[in-house]
């Protein structure tokens, strides 16, 4: 039977990894965006807290009124998957989380429920309030991309869409348990916190925040690209901009930009406290960057020039 898969206004916002991730000498994934260099723009609002089918309403991070109610038994996103898959469809649900899968594994699922709870802790203990994660688990990276409606995922290991993470099989079992669920806490970050009207770096920078936060990863490891740059006396010379993200990029250079947009977010926490972070991400996405970054003391120069001396001090 031919279902037609429902397109979606909002594009992927996709996660590339380094070897700190992986665990293998080739392990640097490509960063690659599915549609165009310009951001993609996720919904400012959280996921649902709770029961699956309760109607409570939800916190909201993001500008405007948080959509209401949680994710109903055979509603979105269980009912398409179900059209699409049939009785290859499981779902497990966790704690605070729902996960479908088509054809998996036998323990994927149950093991993606557990890293998918946790993943919710990370992000609803930066951002302030519960956070439910939705995770579709397709059978290929082909399913994977027509779920997202985007033509390819290569190098990718999972993909924010339209209030889901969804998982690309196969560069997904090649990451290490701690790479599993850095990559889950990050893109179940731009998912909850958005990223409309935001400056890539921030966008990215704080998804990459929440997720290393509490990885227990040595800022040398999880920036290695960077800090190699680094210890041959190439300091960045000011944040990376939005075609340092672009489709096509150098690996390495793509590395190091959301290295140095992490660093920067890492740097705005240490110096300011994390919930200045959180509420400067707010209010960027309200009033710009640059005007959010001014009211704080720092305008985008000042933070260049110590988040400069921030990054020879962490990884020199």
């Given at each position: 039977?031919?279902?037609q898969?429902?397109r979606r206004a ?5 996660l590339?990894l380094?070897a ?11 960063r ?7 951001p993609?723009?996720?919904p400012?609002?959280w996921?649902?807290g ?14 405007g009124e948080?959509e ?6 055979e509603?979105?996103?269980?009912a ?7 009785d290859?469809?499981?779902v ?12 998996a594994p ?9 890293r998918?709870?946790t993943?919710?802790?990370r992000v ?7 956070v439910r994660?939705?995770?579709l ?6 399913e994977a991309?027509g ?13 924010a869409?339209?209030?889901?993470v969804?998982?690309?099989p ?5 990451l ?14 731009h998912?909850?916190a ?6 890539v770096?921030l966008?990215e920078?704080f ?28 300091l960045p ?5 939005a ?20 660093l920067?977010?890492r ?6 406290g994390?919930?200045t972070l959180v509420?400067l991400?707010r209010?960027a996405?309200?009033?710009g ?5 001014a009211s704080l ?10 988040w400069r ?7 020199a």
């Amino acid at each position: 039977m031919s279902v037609q898969v429902r397109r979606r206004a909002v594009p992927a916002v996709l996660l590339v990894l380094t070897a700190a991730l992986t665990g293998g000498p080739d392990a640097l994934l490509a960063r690659e965006r599915a549609a165009g260099a310009q951001p993609a723009p996720v919904p400012a609002q959280w996921l649902p807290g709770g029961d699956p089918r309760s109607s409570e309403r939800p916190a909201a991070i993001g500008p405007g009124e948080p959509e209401q109610g949680g994710v109903p038994e055979e509603g979105e996103p269980v009912a398409e998957v179900r059209a699409l898959w049939g009785d290859g469809l499981d779902v497990v649900r966790g704690e605070r989380s729902l996960v479908a899968g088509h054809d998996a594994p036998p323990g994927l699922l149950e093991d993606l429920a557990r890293r998918a709870d946790t993943a919710g802790r990370r992000v609803g203990g930066v951002l302030g309030g519960p956070v439910r994660a939705v995770v579709l688990v397709p059978a290929s990276a082909a399913e994977a991309a027509g779920l997202a409606g985007v033509a390819s995922v290569d190098g990718l290991a999972a993909v924010a869409d339209d209030g889901r993470v969804i998982v690309v099989p196969e560069q997904f079992a090649r990451l290490t348990p701690v790479g599993r669920d850095v990559v889950l806490a990050h893109e179940l970050t731009h998912v909850a916190a958005g990223t409309e009207g935001l400056p890539v770096w921030l966008y990215e920078g704080f998804a990459d925040y929440v997720a290393y936060r509490d990885a227990g990863l040595p800022a040398r490891t999880a920036a290695a690209e960077l800090a190699a740059e680094v210890r041959a006396g190439r300091l960045p010379g000011g944040l990376p901009e939005a075609a340092d993200f672009a489709p096509g990029a150098d690996a390495g250079r793509l590395a190091r930009a959301y290295q140095e947009a992490w660093l920067a977010c890492r740097f705005l926490a240490a110096h300011l406290g994390e919930e200045t972070l959180v509420r400067l991400y707010r209010d960027a996405q309200t009033y710009g960057a640059d005007r959010a970054l001014a009211s704080l003391g720092l305008p985008t120069g000042t933070l260049t020039e110590r988040w400069r001396a921030y990054v020879r001090d962490q990884l020199a």
